[in-house]
């Protein structure tokens, strides 16, 4: 990860931990990350995962590009800036929250047969899943669903959710609603 993502990160991280009075042991509490990797995290020393943000994002009851924003970030937008890369997991934000539209959309992309797993957002929280490209298996309510190229489909996120792929590429778009 670029290093002025890094800081980035670390900054909002430490800034809504902060504003809330919360001390890296409540953070820890609140988002199941363990307080020696948020300390790490906000010191820099250390990059997050996908799903650590996802992790801490919830936690603070944040959105997940939030805590990617940079204050000095052009309005419209840096490919580079808002993407993340995993082996095998791909986001790159296509919209970031705003407040007065309450959401934020992805394009995800995931490869190798591989599986990412979200745990449950706030309630009152949709998703919006387009596919894109490929086939995508999508966990929710208990139960896997498949979708097709084209075809789409919304669920409550308060509800631990996967997305999987059948081993070929899968690119699809996530819109994340906040109520």
């Not at 919209?95 to 309450?102: E, L, M, Q, V």
């Not at 990412?116 to 995508?136: F, I, M, N």
């Not at 997305?163 to 590429?169: A, E, I, L, R, V």
């Amino acid at each position: 990860m670029h290093d002025h993502i890094s800081k980035s990160i670390a900054e909002q991280i430490k800034q809504r931990r902060k504003t809330r009075g919360w001390s890296l042991d409540k953070l820890s509490a609140a988002s199941g990350v363990s307080k020696a990797m948020l300390g790490q995290i906000e010191r820099q020393e250390s990059s997050p995962t996908v799903a650590t943000l996802w992790k801490i994002a919830t936690g603070l009851e944040c959105s997940f590009s939030g805590l990617l924003s940079r204050t000095d970030a052009s309005p419209y937008g840096d490919d580079e800036e808002l993407a993340r890369h995993e082996d095998n997991f791909r986001v790159k934000t296509l919209f970031a929250f705003n407040p007065d539209s309450g959401f934020e959309m992805f394009e995800l992309t995931l490869l190798n047969a591989h599986t990412q797993w979200s745990d449950a957002h706030a309630v009152g929280v949709y998703e919006h899943v387009v596919v894109q490209h490929g086939e995508l298996l999508l966990y929710y309510d208990e139960q896997w669903h498949t979708l097709k190229e084209g075809e789409s489909a919304r669920f409550h996120a308060n509800q631990r959710h996967g997305y999987k792929t059948n081993g070929q590429q899968t690119r699809f778009i996530d819109v994340i609603s906040y109520p």
